[in-house]
């Protein structure tokens, strides 16, 4: 599998090529969220690679990538999407994003429209309310204290998992959460949460989601989130689709009902 080597960093991806006779196949980048890694997608790869070229990143300190001291805000996770789409020939990309990836993909379709052709966002961390500062504020120092695996763990199960979470993939995300360094999973909460380029709290994201010009595909949980989201939207193809009931990996819990949205919208894309 390849790697883009920037500024000193190993960045991972792995590269799918469309089935052999697919029509007019699209660009898909997929963006996995915080303390993730590229395998997150197992559930939608199938289905888009049989139509269209995927490609699947570790972003820096997850998974396959390296994990260098610094460069842990939205704004440099951007600029290393920005460099893969260009380095493989997507642009323009279609953007297929959780949780935080997806401020980081919001924060790439605002700088550098040219390289996105669509979002899909799947239950985004953007725009949050202002008033989650301060527990994140605890949970910041928290994750940098003695017990860091605990508390990681807590808020994958405390906040992340509903009832109906299967019980193969709350094993997964906790699993998951351990293979991550504990300094790079703290530099990555504190600075996707408070860094210079963070969108995670409503009043610095909707000026930037609303520089989004690309047709949006949205995935919620939330109500409230939900109808941020279409405040912010700027093209007559977007769309929102709220599924209360599922946990914050809508993609994993109901893989069939987001593959089948998914793969209708791609399909009438405007070109």
């Given amino acids: 599998m390849p790697y883009l080597?920037?500024?000193?960093?190993?960045?991972?991806?792995?590269?799918y090529s469309p089935a052999p006779?697919?029509?007019s196949p699209l660009d898909v980048l997929l963006v996995h969220g915080m303390w993730g890694a590229a395998e997150g997608w197992i559930y939608q790869i199938p289905a888009l690679r049989a139509r269209h070229r995927t490609v699947a990143v570790d972003l820096r300190g997850h998974g396959r990538s390296g994990s260098p001291p610094g460069g842990y805000?939205?704004?440099?996770?951007a600029e290393?999407?920005?460099?893969?789409i260009r380095h493989a020939g997507l642009a323009p990309a279609v953007v297929l994003a959780h949780s935080m990836g997806c401020s980081v993909a919001s924060v790439l379709a605002a700088r550098h429209p040219d390289l996105v052709r669509a979002l899909v966002m799947i239950d985004p961390d953007y725009a949050g309310d202002a008033g989650d500062r301060e527990w994140m504020a605890r949970v910041a120092d928290d994750l940098e204290g003695p017990d860091a695996d605990e508390i990681a763990q807590g808020l994958i199960s405390d906040r992340f998992h509903v009832p109906a979470t299967p019980g193969?993939?709350?094993a997964w995300h906790l699993l998951e959460v351990l293979a991550r360094p504990a300094w790079v999973r703290a530099r990555t909460f504190r600075h996707s949460a408070f860094g210079p380029n963070s969108v995670r709290f409503r009043p610095q994201a909707e000026p930037?989601?609303?520089?989004?010009?690309?047709?949006?595909?949205?995935?919620?949980?939330?109500?409230?989130r939900a109808q941020v989201?279409?405040?912010c939207l700027s093209h007559d193809y977007s769309q929102v689709v709220l599924r209360p009931h599922a946990g914050h990996f809508i993609h994993q819990e109901?893989?069939?009902d987001v593959n089948d949205s998914l793969m209708r919208w791609l399909s009438g894309l405007p070109r």
Avoid: I, K, T
Wanted: no cysteine; charged share 35%.
């Fill in 5 to 15: 080597e920037r500024l000193g960093v190993r960045l991972f991806y792995a590269d």
């Fill in 21 to 23: 006779g697919a029509r």
């Fill in 73 to 77: 805000d939205v704004g440099d996770h």
């Fill in 80 to 84: 290393d999407l920005a460099a893969l």
């Fill in 168 to 170: 193969h993939l709350r």
């Fill in 208 to 224: 930037v989601l609303r520089r989004r010009r690309q047709p949006v595909l949205a995935f919620h949980r939330h109500a409230a």
């Fill in 229 to 231: 989201e279409r405040m």
């Fill in 254 to 256: 109901l893989p069939d």
